[in-house]
């Protein structure tokens, strides 16, 4: 789990367990810029900074998501 108030650089695999899924999954989202990364030469890295970002936004979108369902099946 990333540490808070601690911007620190992750490699793949560190962002991959992170969001609980595989090292193919976060290449494929890299590919498809649908995560936040940056290049050092041919590696790609990423800050814990960004990775908090990034699954406080996919978290509100499933929020958003299942609350305007509930007001659809509701009305």
Known sequence: MITKN?????????VAEEL???KKTIYKMVKEKKIP?????RLIR???DAIE???R???QEVLSH???EVQEVTA
């Open 53 to 55: 970002e990034y699954q």
């Open 6 to 14: 601690e911007n620190r650089t992750l490699n793949a695999q560190e």
């Open 46 to 48: 990423f800050t814990s």
């Open 20 to 22: 609980g899924v595989c």
């Open 66 to 68: 299942i609350k305007k």
């Open 57 to 59: 936004i996919q978290e």
């Open 37 to 41: 990364f940056y290049r050092i030469g």
